[in-house]
């Protein structure tokens, strides 16, 4: 098929997914179903960062995966889900219909019905042109107009006047065709290069997505002091990003040369202090950051402060964790009782004592591993 995507995961801790490493959205989709049904029957939480590119190597699409949380079945259904919602002008929407129709043109046919992928797709594909007007459009030389980030669509000009809209269009494409490589070297793991053509761009005229890249790969090489003047110097813009990518050594690192509250917060949370955790002031919260604090209230025993902390979110998961750890403590205090009564007893049987402490033992297991 011409024009095939591809998806490229970026570096991560998962076995089934090699860094850097381009597979067919067919085979994305295949092994990201495998993977997310492994972590929900294990109970297991994690996140990859993608892209998506066509053959040129052109990058289409940039978001974060979650496997574990039943959000989205597979990548193209994360990527569905995503971006069905988004409001955009006429121009945008159109191309945002023609990507994801070809996106859904690879999906195994045993995976369209999983999650809310066959009402998207049908959604797209009745307001998709299949004329070659249009493919040629999609795929010509506008490619690099259909460059995403995973919560929004570049800006681009409108106007009353189709002309005048037709010619701003194609000089964003002349923009975003001189920037594209920039982003190829980052993915492609030419980190060096990346760096140096971003150096060469005055601050003020990076977007919003290459000043990301840029920070990231700066984040990478331990340049802590030049991602946060990159940064107009606000330090928990890029505590934030090395926090996502759950790095505890270089949390732990910029937190010594840039220490803000989040950064306290975050690394108390990864070094299990608790109780200073819980504690720290100041800190700007996040429904990430509400888990936390709602965690490390139940790892310190307050029920009550952990449901106070979790009602600020929703998260079944971990509702379900504060319900079966509040319920194993009301049994484990019975089971306490019931050993004390037994060993009060003149006759006492040892058998079930022995019973007893055994289910004690089991009980106190589950609350220090929730």
Request: charge should be negative; proline fraction near 2%; include cysteine.
């Amino acid at each position: 098929m011409e024009n095939m995507l591809s998806v490229l995961f970026m570096q991560n801790q998962i076995d089934q997914l090699k860094a850097f490493h381009k597979m067919p959205v067919g085979e994305a989709c295949e092994v990201t179903s495998q993977i997310e049904k492994e972590y929900q029957e294990k109970q297991k939480k994690a996140k990859v960062d993608f892209v998506v590119l066509d053959n040129d190597g052109v990058e289409f699409y940039r978001g974060a995966l979650s496997f574990g949380s039943g959000a989205a079945s597979h990548v193209v259904d994360h990527i569905c889900k995503t971006l069905i919602g988004v409001k955009m002008n006429d121009q945008q929407e159109a191309r945002k219909r023609i990507f994801l129709g070809r996106l859904n043109e690879q999906v195994p046919d045993h995976l369209r019905h999983s999650g809310g992928l066959s009402t998207s797709r049908e959604h797209l594909l009745t307001n998709v042109s299949s004329s070659n007007h249009h493919r040629k459009w999609m795929y010509g030389g506008v490619l690099a107009l259909l460059i995403l980030s995973a919560t929004c669509f570049l800006t681009v000009a409108t106007s009353h006047n189709r002309a005048e809209t037709i010619q701003d269009l194609q000089k964003q494409v002349e923009f975003e065709q001189q920037i594209t490589s920039v982003y190829e070297d980052a993915l492609l793991g030419d980190q060096e290069d990346a760096l140096q053509k971003l150096s060469s761009i005055p601050k003020e005229n990076l977007t919003k997505e290459q000043k990301g890249v840029y920070t990231s790969l700066l984040i990478g090489q331990k340049n802590y002091k030049k991602a946060v003047e990159l940064q107009d110097n606000h330090p928990q813009v890029v505590e934030n990003m090395i926090a996502q990518k759950e790095d505890i050594d270089a949390l732990k690192a910029f937190q010594q040369s840039f220490p803000t509250p989040n950064g306290a917060f975050d690394l108390a949370y990864h070094e299990q202090r608790w109780e200073e955790m819980v504690k720290q002031p100041g800190v700007e919260m996040t429904d990430k950051r509400y888990e936390m604090k709602a965690y490390g209230y139940l790892k310190l025993d307050k029920v009550k402060e952990a449901k106070e902390e979790v009602a600020h979110i929703k998260n079944q998961e971990l509702n379900q964790k504060i319900e079966t750890y509040e319920q194993t403590k009301k049994e484990l205090e019975e089971t306490k009782k019931q050993v004390e009564e037994e060993n009060k007893k003149d006759q006492k049987d040892e058998k079930k004592i022995k019973s007893l402490a055994d289910q004690q033992k089991k009980q106190e297991e589950v609350m220090k591993n929730i």
